[in-house]
């Protein structure tokens, strides 16, 4: 099969993907509440960008397409992490978010303590399903310790924290960018990683390069799409600290920096992590 | 060195097992809020019974004394699990607690959105200790497969999720054990056969029914000194279902059940396992 681009690739592979992330929650999840709780958000609509790059990394490693479902768990897992990310988020005590995506957030929709357990039911069940993948036991061991650790107290739950604690002191650009590594660009990172891992590979510091601009860089268009509708405008983001002006150029540099870092790497097919990057262009 | 019972055997393990916690937190986590907020509730005072029942089985199986440090990891991700809970259950739209063993709640002291990121912290490390446990990578995977099915939506959380949306509602004898099954007794079902397994041994149908009775005894035990408290009138529990003597009866039985299924074990020397039920006697 031909995949044109990485746009390509998630089309070719989304429906699929997505069919088995649904039926696998509901075979699994037997209290009705919880299960209905975890899949409304899985569901919620998301680009599924995280499982997508994991999936286009381990392919452009070497993996046949055919062969990729045998990837889904642990594609699936780092979905699950980021949906229950997501829903903690959005509590009244966190971000006090009504909404997501243009549905009622979880704990609108569930109220709060459902929507505490299922963000707890999605993060367990993540490390389930990498324990439970059919891939090879230290493949599935290096997901566990790569996700645990970009996504836990050392990662991302660590930024979410200065994120709450700090919202009314303003952060220097150090600290900013620290905090977004953490928040976003870790599990990003994350992915990324875990997707060279699974297909073999040792890591290369170009790929961790391009992995890290990314993620940052994700976090920066999100701050810009959020400035352009008016939203945000007390909180810690580098439209707010540098003006839009120079984060839109900070961007830039950004997937310059990654496009320059995935050019340089020899281990596997470039095209699809060269084309992630219009991402950022729409 | 000789071990006489479990409560001997306790008080030789744990000043080194609460040092290894308390430390590797330290050093591990560098964002101070959320460092103090996990600390906080793993240092609240806790018998720490999880990790011990599971250094026990070990121990039982064959693991030497001088050895079991190796096996601290473990014992300590099974306690950061059980310490999440434990938080994420005391806030004001679970379980409502202002207090836990004498001392402020986490969400108390430190606020809900803290509280909620300290449970995130403390379950994905968990997972992030199993993984970089020195142990062989087969029992690493499958302390996190049995932790994960067990602690997740499969088990505690979905006996969470009951509790809460059950409230006001009066359940029957088999939904009341369901839901204690998966609240309490699937965490220390899965504290125990982790140990048999980190031991190498295979699991057995007596280790497994003495584990699951004891798990339910704990729920009995717990409910029991409540209702000599005069707490918990409205909640579902046994003594409220079917009162008090009743449920000292079930205990009792349990207890008894727990016994006899450890008498048939070959495996592993007992008496550890067999003075353990001694804790239901306090």
Known sequence: MEIKNFSDFCTKVLPDFNQFLDQKLQT??????????MLYSLDA???RVRPMLFLAVAYSSGVKFDDLSKY???????????TYSLIHDDLPE???????????????KFGVGPAVLAGDGLLTQAF?????????????????????????????????????TMEDKILSEAELTTLHKEK???????A?????????????????????????????????????DGEDDN?????????????????????KDALNAVLKENEFDKNLLVSFLDYFKE
């Open 128 to 164: 389930y399903w990498i324990a439970k993948s059919s891939l090879s036991t230290d493949k599935r061991m290096a997901a566990v310790r790569i996700l645990s650790h970009n996504a836990g107290p050392m990662g991302m739950v660590a930024g979410q924290m200065t994120d709450i």
């Open 45 to 47: 609509g998301g680009k």
């Open 235 to 255: 909180k810690n983001t580098f439209p707010n600290l540098i003006g839009k002006e120079k984060t839109e150029e900070k961007l830039a540099a950004l997937i």
């Open 184 to 190: 976003t660009a870790d599990l990003i990172t994350a």
């Open 192 to 228: 990324i990683t875990i997707g060279a891992f699974s297909a073999g590979h040792e890591l290369s510091t170009h790929l961790v390069q391009y992995a890290n601009d990314i993620g940052l860089a994700f976090q920066l268009k999100d701050d810009l799409n959020d400035a352009d």
């Open 28 to 37: 699994e999840i037997k209290q009705t509440t919880l299960r209905d709780a």
């Open 94 to 108: 966190m971000d006090d978010s009504d909404y997501r995506r243009g549905k009622l957030a979880n704990h609108k």
């Open 72 to 82: 889904y768990d642990i594609a699936g897992a780092i979905e699950l992490v980021h």
